[in-house]
């Protein structure tokens, strides 16, 4: 099995912005975790992260040809504003879950709204580092 993780803006930042609101875990102890939860579920996970949207394009279109089985993407403050992301997403018929490390819901206005949520199976906001995973459980239980 082979999946995908998507990382937008600012992700790279965990463990140095707004530590009250994404915890004091930095970014390579995501990378840490789910590298180990690859292994432990034998699955290749690949980690993309990048700040600008294009990229972000650019990678879930190479997934379509590449081999990838489900895609885990936390598109950042893409979230609520790019059409493009959401396109793209929508392009691709593998199981798609979008994933928040904070509760979007609680938080301002602006927030609560995800334009690429619905070119996704699922949404997991609020569990911290662990809706990665969650997420990537989801998609393996798809797989059964």
Do not use: W
């Amino acid at each position: 099995m082979k999946l995908l993780v998507i990382n937008g803006p600012n992700i790279n930042f965990l463990g140095i912005r707004e530590k009250g609101v994404y915890g004091t875990r930095n970014y390579d102890d995501l990378l840490h975790m789910i590298a180990e939860k690859g292994q432990s579920e034998n699955c290749t996970i690949e980690v993309f992260q990048s700040n600008h949207e294009g990229a972000i394009i650019d990678r879930i279109q190479d997934s379509y040809f590449d081999g990838t089985e489900g895609i885990v993407i936390n598109p950042g403050a893409y979230t609520h504003y790019s059409y493009a992301i959401r396109d793209a997403l929508a392009s691709i018929t593998v199981p798609k879950v979008e994933i928040h490390i904070s509760n979007i819901m609680e938080r301002e206005e602006f927030r609560r709204v995800s334009v690429t949520a619905p070119a996704c199976d699922k949404q997991i906001y609020g569990k911290g580092l662990d809706g990665y995973l969650m997420a990537i459980d989801h998609i393996l239980a798809l797989y059964p």
